[in-house]
């Protein structure tokens, strides 16, 4: 992920204040609402990261048979990774 934790925390306070100044939303909860966004920014901030560990896995897997055929491991994990996004319909 390219942003720490503690600035994805900062940005669920401010997008939260936003809405709410903007009357895009109603709360008597704004710590609740802080906390959903916060998951919700994380979770979509860390997708790639996830992506990219799934990869890794697959690529273990085959990692026998990769080095008998001669695959180049950077090339796989392209090809790899662009077929999960696809499945997961990421964008990243």
Do not use: W
Not at 30 to 36: D, G, L, N, S, Y
Not at 59 to 77: C, H, R
């Amino acid at each position: 992920m390219l942003l720490s934790k503690e600035y994805v925390g900062y940005l669920a306070r401010e997008v939260t204040k936003k809405l709410i100044a903007a009357k895009a939303i109603e709360t008597s909860a704004v710590p609740k609402v802080t906390e959903r966004v916060h998951t919700a920014l994380l979770d979509e901030l860390t997708l790639e990261d996830r992506i990219n560990d799934e990869v890794r896995v697959i690529l273990e897997a085959y990692s026998e048979e990769m080095n008998k055929t001669g695959a180049n491991y950077q090339e796989m994990f392209r090809k790899v990774k662009s077929e999960l996004v696809r499945k997961y319909k990421a964008v990243l």
